[in-house]
Protein backbone atom coordinates (compact mmCIF):
# COMPACT_ATOMS: atom_id res chain seq x y z
CA UNK A 1 0.00 0.00 0.00
CA UNK A 2 1.51 3.51 -0.88
CA UNK A 3 1.75 5.54 2.61
CA UNK A 4 0.12 9.14 1.93
CA UNK A 5 0.80 12.20 3.19
CA UNK A 6 -1.72 14.11 5.66
CA UNK A 7 -2.31 17.74 4.41
CA UNK A 8 -3.32 20.65 6.20
CA UNK A 9 -4.44 23.57 4.27
CA UNK A 10 -4.19 26.65 5.90
CA UNK A 11 -7.15 28.85 4.65
CA UNK A 12 -9.88 28.85 2.86
CA UNK A 13 -8.30 30.98 -0.19
CA UNK A 14 -9.79 30.29 -3.57
CA UNK A 15 -7.11 29.41 -5.57
CA UNK A 16 -7.25 26.18 -2.77
CA UNK A 17 -10.13 25.34 -3.47
CA UNK A 18 -10.63 26.36 -7.02
CA UNK A 19 -7.26 23.79 -7.68
CA UNK A 20 -5.03 22.60 -5.40
CA UNK A 21 -7.34 21.47 -2.37
CA UNK A 22 -8.89 19.09 -5.09
CA UNK A 23 -5.60 17.81 -6.59
CA UNK A 24 -4.00 16.96 -3.36
CA UNK A 25 -7.30 15.19 -3.11
CA UNK A 26 -7.07 13.29 -6.53
CA UNK A 27 -2.92 13.42 -5.97
CA UNK A 28 -1.53 9.84 -5.17
CA UNK A 29 0.01 10.11 -2.07
CA UNK A 30 -1.81 12.67 -0.55
CA UNK A 31 -5.28 13.37 1.85
CA UNK A 32 -6.06 17.04 3.15
CA UNK A 33 -6.68 16.06 6.63
CA UNK A 34 -7.87 19.50 8.13
CA UNK A 35 -8.96 22.95 7.09
CA UNK A 36 -8.04 25.95 8.84
CA UNK A 37 -9.37 29.20 8.35
CA UNK A 38 -9.67 32.18 10.52
CA UNK A 39 -13.24 32.15 10.61
CA UNK A 40 -14.44 28.37 11.65
CA UNK A 41 -17.83 28.68 10.15
CA UNK A 42 -16.13 29.73 6.48
CA UNK A 43 -14.19 26.69 7.66
CA UNK A 44 -16.66 24.19 7.41
CA UNK A 45 -18.75 25.41 4.16
CA UNK A 46 -15.94 25.06 2.35
CA UNK A 47 -15.05 21.56 3.90
CA UNK A 48 -18.31 20.41 3.66
CA UNK A 49 -18.58 21.28 -0.16
CA UNK A 50 -15.22 19.72 -0.39
CA UNK A 51 -15.44 17.09 1.59
CA UNK A 52 -12.90 17.23 4.19
CA UNK A 53 -13.84 16.03 7.35
CA UNK A 54 -11.64 18.15 10.18
CA UNK A 55 -11.75 21.84 10.44
CA UNK A 56 -9.95 24.15 13.03
CA UNK A 57 -10.33 27.74 13.69
CA UNK A 58 -6.77 28.85 13.70
CA UNK A 59 -3.54 28.46 11.40
CA UNK A 60 -1.97 27.45 14.79
CA UNK A 61 -4.20 25.01 15.34
CA UNK A 62 -3.27 23.19 12.18
CA UNK A 63 0.22 23.33 12.98
CA UNK A 64 -0.65 21.53 16.80
CA UNK A 65 -2.03 18.88 14.79
CA UNK A 66 -0.60 15.31 14.74
CA UNK A 67 -2.23 14.08 11.52
CA UNK A 68 -0.37 16.89 9.59
CA UNK A 69 2.58 16.15 8.18
CA UNK A 70 2.74 18.70 5.33
CA UNK A 71 0.83 22.13 5.37
CA UNK A 72 -0.10 24.18 1.57
CA UNK A 73 0.60 27.83 2.72
CA UNK A 74 -2.21 29.98 0.38
CA UNK A 75 -2.33 33.46 2.28
CA UNK A 76 -1.81 36.88 0.96
CA UNK A 77 1.94 37.21 0.50
CA UNK A 78 3.21 38.55 3.28
CA UNK A 79 2.42 36.40 5.40
CA UNK A 80 4.61 33.30 3.45
CA UNK A 81 7.35 34.21 5.38
CA UNK A 82 6.07 33.91 9.13
CA UNK A 83 4.07 30.52 8.58
CA UNK A 84 6.19 28.96 6.69
CA UNK A 85 8.86 29.37 9.94
CA UNK A 86 5.90 28.63 12.18
CA UNK A 87 5.15 25.70 10.02
CA UNK A 88 8.68 24.27 10.29
CA UNK A 89 9.02 25.00 13.86
CA UNK A 90 6.08 22.39 14.18
CA UNK A 91 8.34 19.63 11.94
CA UNK A 92 6.07 20.72 9.26
CA UNK A 93 6.93 20.09 5.65
CA UNK A 94 5.42 23.23 3.15
CA UNK A 95 4.18 23.46 -0.12
CA UNK A 96 4.02 27.64 -0.36
CA UNK A 97 2.10 29.38 -3.02
CA UNK A 98 4.38 31.78 -5.21
CA UNK A 99 5.64 34.37 -4.62
CA UNK A 100 7.36 32.27 -1.86
CA UNK A 101 7.89 35.81 0.01
CA UNK A 102 8.17 39.31 -0.74
CA UNK A 103 11.82 39.92 -0.10
CA UNK A 104 15.15 37.89 -0.44
CA UNK A 105 15.77 38.72 3.58
CA UNK A 106 12.50 36.69 4.33
CA UNK A 107 12.99 33.42 1.75
CA UNK A 108 16.51 33.37 3.32
CA UNK A 109 14.82 33.13 6.40
CA UNK A 110 12.63 30.50 5.29
CA UNK A 111 15.30 28.44 3.90
CA UNK A 112 17.04 28.77 7.11
CA UNK A 113 13.98 27.88 9.64
CA UNK A 114 13.39 24.78 7.29
CA UNK A 115 16.86 23.64 7.02
CA UNK A 116 17.21 23.68 10.81
CA UNK A 117 14.21 21.64 11.38
CA UNK A 118 14.71 19.17 8.73
CA UNK A 119 11.77 20.12 6.57
CA UNK A 120 11.17 20.51 2.70
CA UNK A 121 10.07 23.47 1.29
CA UNK A 122 8.85 24.35 -2.25
CA UNK A 123 7.24 26.95 -3.93
CA UNK A 124 3.79 26.30 -5.68
CA UNK A 125 4.94 27.00 -8.86
CA UNK A 126 2.57 24.81 -10.87
CA UNK A 127 3.71 25.67 -14.29
CA UNK A 128 6.77 23.63 -13.99
CA UNK A 129 4.97 20.33 -13.85
CA UNK A 130 2.68 20.36 -16.91
CA UNK A 131 4.28 18.52 -19.77
CA UNK A 132 4.44 20.83 -22.48
CA UNK A 133 7.01 22.78 -19.82
CA UNK A 134 9.16 19.55 -19.49
CA UNK A 135 9.28 19.29 -23.78
CA UNK A 136 10.37 22.99 -23.93
CA UNK A 137 12.79 22.43 -21.69
CA UNK A 138 13.71 18.87 -23.75
CA UNK A 139 13.87 20.93 -26.89
CA UNK A 140 15.76 23.49 -25.19
CA UNK A 141 18.69 20.88 -24.49
CA UNK A 142 18.79 19.12 -27.15
CA UNK A 143 19.76 22.51 -29.33
CA UNK A 144 16.17 22.40 -31.53
CA UNK A 145 16.55 26.55 -32.06
CA UNK A 146 20.26 26.71 -31.51
CA UNK A 147 21.44 28.82 -28.69
CA UNK A 148 18.98 31.00 -27.01
CA UNK A 149 19.21 34.62 -27.76
CA UNK A 150 16.10 36.01 -26.54
CA UNK A 151 13.36 34.86 -24.07
CA UNK A 152 9.65 36.92 -23.87
CA UNK A 153 7.70 36.00 -21.27
CA UNK A 154 4.00 37.97 -20.83
CA UNK A 155 1.39 37.36 -18.07
CA UNK A 156 -2.22 39.16 -17.69
CA UNK A 157 -5.17 38.29 -15.87
CA UNK A 158 -7.77 41.30 -16.59
CA UNK A 159 -8.85 41.27 -13.09
CA UNK A 160 -9.73 45.44 -13.22
CA UNK A 161 -12.63 44.37 -15.17
CA UNK A 162 -14.83 43.76 -12.30
CA UNK A 163 -12.65 45.56 -10.07
CA UNK A 164 -13.24 44.23 -6.11
CA UNK A 165 -10.86 46.60 -3.65
CA UNK A 166 -10.45 44.28 -1.43
CA UNK A 167 -8.58 42.06 -3.70
CA UNK A 168 -5.37 40.58 -2.15
CA UNK A 169 -3.38 41.58 -5.64
CA UNK A 170 -4.48 45.35 -4.66
CA UNK A 171 -3.23 45.56 -0.77
CA UNK A 172 0.19 46.91 -0.33
CA UNK A 173 -0.02 45.48 2.83
CA UNK A 174 -0.31 42.40 2.06
CA UNK A 175 2.89 42.16 -0.65
CA UNK A 176 0.56 43.11 -3.33
CA UNK A 177 1.13 44.29 -7.00
CA UNK A 178 1.09 42.57 -10.47
CA UNK A 179 5.24 42.07 -10.37
CA UNK A 180 4.66 40.28 -7.42
CA UNK A 181 1.56 38.05 -8.53
CA UNK A 182 2.94 37.50 -11.55
CA UNK A 183 5.94 38.83 -12.97
CA UNK A 184 7.33 36.20 -10.61
CA UNK A 185 6.38 33.43 -13.52
CA UNK A 186 7.90 35.56 -16.76
CA UNK A 187 11.01 36.21 -14.21
CA UNK A 188 10.93 32.46 -13.54
CA UNK A 189 10.04 31.43 -17.05
CA UNK A 190 13.11 33.62 -18.43
CA UNK A 191 15.83 32.40 -15.68
CA UNK A 192 14.77 28.23 -16.23
CA UNK A 193 15.21 28.79 -20.16
CA UNK A 194 18.43 30.32 -19.52
CA UNK A 195 19.73 28.19 -17.16
CA UNK A 196 21.60 30.96 -15.75
CA UNK A 197 20.67 34.35 -13.52
CA UNK A 198 20.71 37.73 -14.95
CA UNK A 199 23.71 40.15 -14.37
CA UNK A 200 21.77 43.15 -14.30
CA UNK A 201 17.96 44.24 -14.71
CA UNK A 202 15.82 47.13 -15.68
CA UNK A 203 12.09 47.37 -14.57
CA UNK A 204 9.57 49.76 -15.08
CA UNK A 205 6.60 49.49 -12.72
CA UNK A 206 3.42 51.14 -13.04
CA UNK A 207 1.76 52.31 -9.91
CA UNK A 208 -1.73 52.87 -9.61
CA UNK A 209 -1.37 56.45 -7.65
CA UNK A 210 -5.05 55.57 -5.77
CA UNK A 211 -4.45 51.94 -4.88
CA UNK A 212 -0.29 52.47 -4.85
CA UNK A 213 0.77 49.34 -6.05
CA UNK A 214 2.06 48.25 -9.41
CA UNK A 215 -0.84 46.76 -11.97
CA UNK A 216 1.73 46.34 -14.71
CA UNK A 217 5.06 46.12 -14.76
CA UNK A 218 8.11 45.25 -16.81
CA UNK A 219 11.33 44.48 -17.19
CA UNK A 220 14.52 43.57 -19.33
CA UNK A 221 16.93 41.26 -17.69
CA UNK A 222 20.54 40.91 -18.76
CA UNK A 223 21.75 37.23 -19.51
CA UNK A 224 25.23 36.72 -20.80
CA UNK A 225 24.83 36.16 -24.31
CA UNK A 226 20.90 36.71 -24.22
CA UNK A 227 18.17 39.06 -22.82
CA UNK A 228 14.76 38.34 -21.23
CA UNK A 229 11.67 40.95 -21.51
CA UNK A 230 8.74 40.29 -18.87
CA UNK A 231 5.71 42.06 -19.21
CA UNK A 232 2.66 41.54 -16.59
CA UNK A 233 -0.65 43.08 -16.04
CA UNK A 234 -3.35 43.22 -13.44
CA UNK A 235 -5.56 45.37 -16.46
CA UNK A 236 -5.19 43.50 -19.69
CA UNK A 237 -6.88 40.57 -21.36
CA UNK A 238 -5.79 37.31 -19.58
CA UNK A 239 -3.18 35.84 -21.40
CA UNK A 240 0.23 34.07 -20.41
CA UNK A 241 2.65 33.06 -23.26
CA UNK A 242 6.12 33.31 -23.69
CA UNK A 243 8.03 33.04 -26.59
CA UNK A 244 11.79 32.02 -27.27
CA UNK A 245 14.31 32.84 -30.29
CA UNK A 246 16.97 31.09 -30.30
CA UNK A 247 19.61 31.37 -33.28
CA UNK A 248 18.32 28.32 -35.49
CA UNK A 249 14.41 28.37 -34.68
CA UNK A 250 11.68 29.79 -32.47
CA UNK A 251 9.39 28.47 -30.23
CA UNK A 252 6.11 29.68 -29.00
CA UNK A 253 4.29 28.58 -25.79
CA UNK A 254 0.60 30.39 -26.53
CA UNK A 255 -0.39 28.73 -23.33
CA UNK A 256 2.47 28.89 -21.14
CA UNK A 257 1.24 30.00 -17.53
CA UNK A 258 -2.39 30.62 -17.50
CA UNK A 259 -3.18 26.32 -18.28
CA UNK A 260 -6.70 26.87 -16.71
CA UNK A 261 -8.30 25.60 -13.55
CA UNK A 262 -10.44 22.42 -12.40
CA UNK A 263 -12.05 21.23 -15.51
CA UNK A 264 -11.24 24.16 -17.94
CA UNK A 265 -8.03 23.05 -18.46
CA UNK A 266 -7.18 23.51 -22.53
CA UNK A 267 -4.36 21.40 -24.45
CA UNK A 268 -0.96 22.40 -24.15
CA UNK A 269 0.81 23.61 -27.07
CA UNK A 270 4.07 24.77 -28.58
CA UNK A 271 4.64 25.58 -31.63
CA UNK A 272 8.51 25.04 -33.27
CA UNK A 273 9.57 26.93 -36.35
CA UNK A 274 13.32 26.38 -37.79
CA UNK A 275 15.39 28.96 -39.38
CA UNK A 276 13.95 28.22 -42.74
CA UNK A 277 10.35 29.11 -41.39
CA UNK A 278 9.15 25.13 -41.08
CA UNK A 279 6.52 25.71 -38.31
CA UNK A 280 5.21 22.24 -36.04
CA UNK A 281 2.65 21.79 -33.50
CA UNK A 282 2.95 19.74 -30.60
CA UNK A 283 -0.09 19.50 -28.75
CA UNK A 284 -0.67 17.75 -25.00
CA UNK A 285 -3.43 16.29 -23.64
CA UNK A 286 -5.37 18.39 -21.27
CA UNK A 287 -4.13 17.11 -17.53
CA UNK A 288 -3.79 18.45 -13.89
CA UNK A 289 -1.02 20.83 -13.41
CA UNK A 290 -1.89 20.79 -10.09
CA UNK A 291 -1.97 17.19 -9.45
CA UNK A 292 1.09 16.47 -10.67
CA UNK A 293 3.14 19.39 -8.78
CA UNK A 294 1.21 17.59 -5.68
CA UNK A 295 2.43 14.22 -6.31
CA UNK A 296 5.94 15.26 -7.10
CA UNK A 297 6.48 17.58 -4.17
CA UNK A 298 4.86 14.24 -2.13
CA UNK A 299 6.35 11.88 -4.14
CA UNK A 300 9.92 13.22 -2.82
CA UNK A 301 8.89 13.98 0.62
CA UNK A 302 7.90 10.19 0.88
CA UNK A 303 11.09 8.86 -0.91
CA UNK A 304 13.61 11.17 0.97
CA UNK A 305 14.35 13.00 -1.83
CA UNK A 306 14.80 16.72 -2.43
CA UNK A 307 11.59 18.67 -3.62
CA UNK A 308 11.91 19.27 -7.45
CA UNK A 309 11.92 23.06 -7.08
CA UNK A 310 14.47 23.90 -4.90
CA UNK A 311 13.66 27.01 -2.16
CA UNK A 312 17.40 28.52 -3.05
CA UNK A 313 16.21 28.97 -6.67
CA UNK A 314 13.08 30.86 -5.72
CA UNK A 315 15.66 33.02 -3.48
CA UNK A 316 17.18 33.78 -7.04
CA UNK A 317 14.00 34.29 -8.90
CA UNK A 318 12.75 36.63 -5.49
CA UNK A 319 16.43 38.57 -6.26
CA UNK A 320 15.65 39.49 -9.72
CA UNK A 321 12.20 40.77 -8.61
CA UNK A 322 13.72 43.19 -6.21
CA UNK A 323 16.19 44.55 -8.47
CA UNK A 324 13.87 45.09 -11.15
CA UNK A 325 11.78 46.81 -8.45
CA UNK A 326 14.62 49.04 -7.20
CA UNK A 327 15.47 50.09 -10.67
CA UNK A 328 12.38 50.66 -11.24
CA UNK A 329 12.35 53.30 -7.88
CA UNK A 330 15.66 54.77 -9.08
CA UNK A 331 13.77 55.53 -12.05
CA UNK A 332 16.57 55.85 -15.10
CA UNK A 333 14.10 56.64 -17.85
CA UNK A 334 14.25 59.26 -20.55
CA UNK A 335 11.90 61.77 -21.30
CA UNK A 336 10.64 61.27 -25.00
N1 LIG B 1 -0.48 28.93 -8.24
C1 LIG B 1 -1.54 29.56 -8.73
O1 LIG B 1 -2.08 29.20 -9.77
C2 LIG B 1 -2.09 30.71 -7.95
C3 LIG B 1 -3.28 31.32 -8.39
C4 LIG B 1 -3.83 32.31 -7.60
C5 LIG B 1 -3.19 32.71 -6.43
N2 LIG B 1 -2.02 32.15 -6.06
C6 LIG B 1 -1.33 32.58 -4.81
O2 LIG B 1 -2.09 32.05 -3.73
C7 LIG B 1 -2.15 32.96 -2.65
C8 LIG B 1 -3.61 33.25 -2.32
O3 LIG B 1 -4.25 33.84 -3.43
P1 LIG B 1 -5.86 33.83 -3.58
O4 LIG B 1 -6.22 34.65 -4.74
O5 LIG B 1 -6.36 32.44 -3.53
O6 LIG B 1 -6.26 34.63 -2.25
P2 LIG B 1 -7.61 34.77 -1.45
O7 LIG B 1 -8.72 34.03 -2.13
O8 LIG B 1 -7.81 36.23 -1.18
O9 LIG B 1 -7.31 34.00 -0.10
C9 LIG B 1 -6.36 34.40 0.84
C10 LIG B 1 -6.77 33.78 2.17
O10 LIG B 1 -5.82 34.17 3.15
C11 LIG B 1 -6.47 34.24 4.41
N3 LIG B 1 -6.06 35.49 5.05
C12 LIG B 1 -5.37 35.57 6.23
N4 LIG B 1 -5.13 36.85 6.54
C13 LIG B 1 -5.70 37.61 5.59
C14 LIG B 1 -5.82 39.01 5.38
N5 LIG B 1 -5.29 39.91 6.25
N6 LIG B 1 -6.48 39.44 4.29
C15 LIG B 1 -7.01 38.57 3.41
N7 LIG B 1 -6.94 37.22 3.54
C16 LIG B 1 -6.30 36.74 4.64
C17 LIG B 1 -7.98 34.16 4.19
O11 LIG B 1 -8.40 32.88 4.59
P3 LIG B 1 -9.20 32.55 5.94
O12 LIG B 1 -10.13 33.71 6.18
O13 LIG B 1 -9.91 31.30 5.61
O14 LIG B 1 -8.22 32.37 7.04
C18 LIG B 1 -8.12 34.26 2.67
O15 LIG B 1 -9.16 33.44 2.21
C19 LIG B 1 -1.33 34.17 -3.08
O16 LIG B 1 -0.02 34.05 -2.59
C20 LIG B 1 -1.30 34.09 -4.60
O17 LIG B 1 -0.13 34.65 -5.16
C21 LIG B 1 -1.48 31.15 -6.81
Given at each position: MIRKLGWGVMSTANIGQVAVIPAIQKSKFGTVEVLASRDIEKARQVAQALGIGRVVGSYEALLKDPDVDAVYI??????????????????????????LATSAEDVAKQIEACAKHGVSLMEAFMYRFHPQTRRVRELITSGAIGQ????????????????????????DRLGGGALLDMGCYTVNICRMIFGRE??????????DP????DTSAAGILEFDGGIGMITCWFGADGQGAYTI????GTIEVPRGIILGLGTRVPEGLIVV????GKRREEIFEPGDHYRDMVDAFSGALLNGQPVPLSPEDSLKNMKVLEALARSSAKDSSESV
Open positions: PLPNTMHAEWTIRAAEAGKAVLCEKPVKEVRAHLSVNIMRTFDRSNIRYAPGRVIGRLQINLRVVGTEMDAD
